[in-house]
Structure formats: structure tokens, C-alpha cells
Nanobody
């Protein structure tokens, strides 16, 4: 089970940190990802964290502004979002995958949390 939180309303240029707590499995061996979906658009990859520290991946649109991190002791993955833009407005979802498929493809993920809404005003 994945439980995401931390969304909200923020002005452009501001920051938010999303959290996703994972229960029911060995978190340290689970690869995690963040996706987002804006109204009328498909779900898109944002960031992912593989098993080992330093193995992180980002969409070009968020590279340099967003940071994914994980605390294995707390079974939690975070998405720190800085310099937010109105186009970052979306429902953000955390996801977990047990396999070794591509981390940027939604179909690779076995478990999804509920979305947390991020709204960035201009």
C-alpha cells in the first residue's frame, strides 16, 4: 500500500515536498517512481529511484528543479519540488515496481498510491 501526501497550492517559483509511505513490503529493494497527470493529459513520468543510492532518473522537464530521495528506515520516498511552474500543476502519484523494466513507463509499476494534487499559480 502506498500513501502519498504533501500536495497543495503554491505560487510559481515556490517549493513543495511530496511524501509517499510504503507499507507491506521490503522497501529497500523496491524501485519507486513519481508520475503526474494533468487534466486532459496522459500520465507522465517525473522521477524514479532505483535500489541503490545515486540511481535516480528525471524527466527533462523537471531536471534541476525536482529531487527524488528515499529514507529506507521510514519506508518513504520524497519528491522535493523547487522553482515550481504553472505547467507543473497536476495530480502526482507515487508508484512501486517489483520488476526490472523501464522506470519511466507507467506499465512497469505494480502498485500505485492515490494522487496528491499540486496546483501552481502564476
Amino acid at each position: 500500500q502506498l500513501q502519498a501526501c504533501g500536495g497543495g497550492l503554491v505560487q510559481a517559483g515556490g517549493s513543495l515536498r511530496l511524501s509517499c509511505v510504503v507499507s507491506g513490503r521490503t522497501f529497500s529493494t523496491t524501485r519507486m517512481g513519481w508520475f503526474r497527470q494533468a487534466p486532459g493529459k496522459e500520465r507522465e513520468f517525473v522521477a524514479a529511484s532505483a535500489w541503490s543510492a545515486g540511481s535516480t532518473y528525471y524527466a527533462d522537464s523537471v531536471k534541476g528543479r525536482f529531487t527524488i530521495s528515499r529514507d529506507n528506515a521510514k519506508n518513504t520516498v520524497y519528491l522535493q519540488m523547487n522553482r515550481l511552474k504553472p505547467e507543473d500543476t497536476a495530480n502526482y502519484y507515487c508508484a512501486a515496481t517489483l520488476g526490472s523494466y523501464s522506470l519511466i513507463v507507467p506499465s512497469s509499476y505494480n502498485y500505485w498510491g492515490q494522487g496528491t494534487l499540486v496546483t501552481v499559480s502564476s
